[in-house]
């Protein structure tokens, strides 16, 4: 079983920043793509960024030169640094992975996951 944990949502005024975590643990022998995604009320989800596991990266045009995404393959941890926050970032803000589960060391199957999501509202 593989987990996802996010931290670091709250409430932050327009302009401000905010630095979301999310933290893989369990059988995990490799992650191949992370990346975080967001849904705002009465509206679909939608990718913000994501990061493979040589740190390629890819942005959803709303967030381009405000958010930056980053990884530590040593914690299976990524981040997103959001600056310049404005009112339309506001969403609850979910983690995603997909890789290989391990079992004594060996890869076994492939998972895919989600974390329960953080709330972030910008908001004056």
């Known amino acids: 079983q593989v987990q996802l944990v996010e931290s670091g949502g709250g409430l932050v005024q327009p302009g401000g920043s905010l630095r979301l975590s999310c933290a893989a643990s369990?059988?995990?022998?490799?992650?191949?793509?992370m990346g975080w995604y967001r849904q705002a009320p009465g509206k679909q989800r939608e990718l913000v960024a994501s990061?493979?596991?040589?740190?390629?990266?890819n942005y959803a045009d709303s967030g381009k030169s405000r958010f930056t995404i980053s990884r530590d393959n040593a914690k299976n941890t990524a981040y997103l640094q959001m600056n310049e926050l404005k009112p339309e970032d506001t969403a609850v803000y979910y983690c995603?992975?997909?890789?290989?589960?391990?079992?004594?060391?060996?890869?076994?199957?492939?998972?895919?996951?989600w974390g329960q999501g953080t709330q972030v509202t910008v908001s004056s």
């Open positions: 990061i493979n596991s040589i740190s390629t990266t």
């Open positions: 995603n992975a997909d890789g290989l589960t391990s079992r004594h060391g060996v890869p076994v199957d492939r998972f895919e996951n």
């Open positions: 369990g059988s995990i022998f490799s992650i191949n793509v």
